[in-house]
């Protein structure tokens, strides 16, 4: 028996598997259809004049590059909830002599295959979503049928999302132990603190350096992107550095005053792990780091455009980013709730049979849920306030008091923070452990 | 209610079970009294109906026909078959204890947090509950070892806890799914001491389900099952054996 008909034994459409199964092919459908948008969007610049495509094709780039990372993300969590559907089988597999190599080829095929009828069903959503897409205007016009890609970047589009769900299922299947007995994950050791602090304190002051000598650095355009790109980049890796010592620390402080099982469950789960806990809430916290920045950054050329009108695609500037600015915002949220839906559906099915052995014991489900809800929507609101303060901070000597505090930035960040917690809060509810476990029964 | 002939008052008490699983029948007309202070063992081949003729008992699944009565001092009778999941639930966590053979404890939490969660979820405050939670392992033996999370305990160890959990509530009934089967032969056997002194020692029932006879044979009573039905009723000295016995 080959690895194909392994691939095939274990991915085939079942009952049991079913609801692990959808929801992995739906969470690429979306992205699938979302990254098509983006990159018809993008594509459409291509028709303004030169001097503007300058300026928007990097700005569309940046959009485009922000969903590789959830995408990969996601693709990981994905590869890891199939493995878990089928935790059993590949662990009786093992038993029967399959090598380790075997096993993580088939996790890996049927990952590409979900990938790949996922961005098929994407393709089939972005052109059912692409009428409404058009609707979008930038400079001063609808974007219309520009939306529409050529069939050979839609092609290639659909190879790319499985070629980087099959990278990142190989990624992720080397934190998965899968044994003759059992798949565990694999714990990897921490960075210790003092570095985290010494990378921390550096980049923070590299930030400030380069934001407040921005004249200096930044003559163009261009080179302006360019420096907010690597603080951006910077921001990120600031963000992940201090995030699961921000996430254990509100844990902490919970575990000390929970009275109810499940505030006393919600925190040790934290605890537990809690650069897991930061990896599944980073999208919300990065969301609000990009809506203070892109906020400010379009309040910022509203208030210089409102007093010099060129009659040239430059007006129309200001305008357009802040588009960009909430499109990119609402399409990290949906790569947000994609993978919150499938890495609580993994982590359920991780603890399918504490669950309900938990529920024998006379645990209601509901405790269970909410103890599983507080675990996710604690650190998730912790990060988004946290970093949406930190961000400002950082942003103020560039962009001044008056431009953080504008209205537009305010309501933009604090749109941003409640929009991205509801959703992330909406999608777990189909990892609801009575309801994700009674199909598997 | 009658008392029966163990001298207490049935706190259980099973009639005509019947639970079919597509085309298994897995329990066939099962009827069966359980006294207070008593320990009993459910022993049977695999596939006989031990673990659902337990988890009918407990109320973790609903027989498709027959009824069970629980008859708890102190409390008015209650008909399981006629509770709702919410309520059986609810009579699972107050009025029974569990030991499983995995243990089924909390990995992310304690042991004396383990312990104590089955009184928060019955309402008692954090500080009470993790109170009395230590006493109960340090009663167990397990003095020093309250802060342990699961992976730093040894398997006896960890069942020590889960029958602290069991009885921290004042269970009146413990129901037991294999307990020392994952446990070498003299662990087993402290464990299954801890569990009786904890149980009938202390004048509470327990129902036990085992593939070892050394272990049923400590208890007061054993009864077999074949093909979900109840073939053998046997007390210490004494033996029943027929379909519907008792």
Request: hydrophobic content about 50%; glycine content about 8%; overall charge positive.
């Amino acid at each position: 028996m080959n690895i194909l008909h392994f691939a095939w034994l274990l991915g085939r459409p079942a009952k049991t598997r079913l609801a692990p199964q959808v929801l992995t092919v739906s969470a690429y459908a979306l992205v699938s259809a979302v990254m098509l948008i983006v990159l018809g969007g993008a594509y459409s610049f291509t028709r303004f004049e030169a001097e503007a495509q300058g300026t928007y094709l990097p700005l569309a780039g940046f959009a485009v590059v922000l969903l590789i990372v959830p995408l990969m993300v996601l693709g990981s969590a994905a590869a890891r909830l199939s493995a878990r559907a089928n935790d059993r089988a590949l662990s009786s597999l093992r038993l029967l002599g399959a090598t380790g190599s075997q096993i993580r080829s088939v996790a890996i095929i049927q990952a590409s295959v979900t990938a790949l009828v996922g961005a098929l069903a994407g393709v089939v959503l972005y052109l059912a979503c692409a009428p409404l897409a058009s609707l979008i205007s930038f400079q001063g016009s609808p974007i219309g049928t520009a939306i529409y890609l050529p069939a050979w970047v839609l092609a290639a589009a659909v190879f790319a999302v499985v070629a980087l769900s099959a990278i990142s299922a190989a990624v992720g299947l080397r934190k998965l132990m899968i044994t003759p007995l059992a798949v565990a994950t694999r714990r990897s050791v921490p960075v210790p603190s003092w570095i985290r602090a010494a990378i921390t304190v550096g980049s923070i002051l590299v930030l400030s350096l380069l934001f407040t000598n921005l004249s200096q650095v930044a003559q163009s355009i261009a080179m302006v992107l360019i420096v907010i790109l690597g603080g951006f980049g910077l921001g990120m890796l600031i963000l992940n550095l201090v995030g699961p010592y921000l996430v254990s620390k509100v844990a902490q402080s919970k575990l000390k005053k929970a009275q109810t099982p499940q505030q006393l469950l919600a925190a040790r789960m934290i605890l537990e792990n809690p650069a897991e806990s930061w990896r599944q809430v980073s999208g919300v916290a990065m969301a609000s780091f990009v809506a203070v920045i892109g906020g400010s950054g379009a309040a910022m050329m509203n208030a210089t455009s409102a007093q010099e009108a060129t009659n040239t695609w430059y007006d129309y500037l200001p305008a357009d980013i802040l588009t960009g600015v909430l499109l990119t915002l609402a399409i990290t949220f949906i790569c947000v709730a994609a993978s919150s839906a499938i890495t609580q559906s993994a982590s359920t099915l991780d603890s399918a049979e504490l669950y309900s052995g938990l529920h024998r014991l006379g645990m209601d489900w509901g405790t269970m849920n909410a103890a599983r809800v507080k675990s996710l929507m604690v650190p998730a609101l912790a990060a988004s306030i946290a970093f949406a303060i930190a961000s400002t901070l950082l942003v103020l000597p560039l962009a001044g008091m008056a431009i953080i505090f504008s209205p537009l930035t305010v309501l933009t960040v604090i749109a941003a923070v409640v929009l991205g917690l509801v959703l992330v809060r909406i999608s777990i509810t189909v990892a609801e452990p009575a309801r994700l476990l009674a199909s598997r029964e | 209610m009658l008392e029966n002939s163990f001298g207490h008052p049935p706190v259980l008490h099973a009639q005509n079970l019947y639970r079919s699983f597509g085309a298994t029948t897995a329990l066939n007309g099962v009827s069966l009294e359980i006294s207070l202070g008593e320990s009993l063992a459910i022993m049977g081949p695999s596939g006989s109906g031990k673990s659902t003729l337990l988890h009918a008992l407990a109320g973790i699944e609903l027989p498709d026909a027959g009824s069970l009565a629980l008859n708890l001092p102190g409390q008015p009778p209650v008909n399981v078959q006629e509770l709702s999941d919410k309520a059986r639930t609810k009579l699972r966590r107050g009025s029974f204890g569990f030991v499983f053979q995995s243990g089924l404890l909390i990995p992310e939490l304690t042991a004396e947090e383990n312990v104590a969660m089955a009184l928060m979820i019955n309402g008692v405050p954090r500080a009470a509950a993790i109170a009395q939670a230590d006493q109960a392992l340090i009663a167990l033996g397990l003095a020093g070892m309250e802060q342990r999370r699961m992976g730093q305990l040894s398997g006896g160890q960890m069942q020590r806890v889960a029958i602290a959990r069991a009885q921290v509530t004042g269970a009146m009934v413990v129901f037991a799914d294999e307990p020392t089967g994952a446990l070498d032969s003299a662990t087993g056997a402290e464990v299954l001491d801890t569990l009786l002194d904890c149980t009938v020692g202390q004048g509470k029932s327990l129902v036990m389900v085992t593939h070892d006879p050394s272990v049923a044979a400590q208890c007061d009573r054993v009864v077999k099952l074949h093909d979900g039905q109840l073939i053998s009723d046997s007390r210490r000295g004494t033996s029943v054996s027929g379909g519907d016995v008792r």
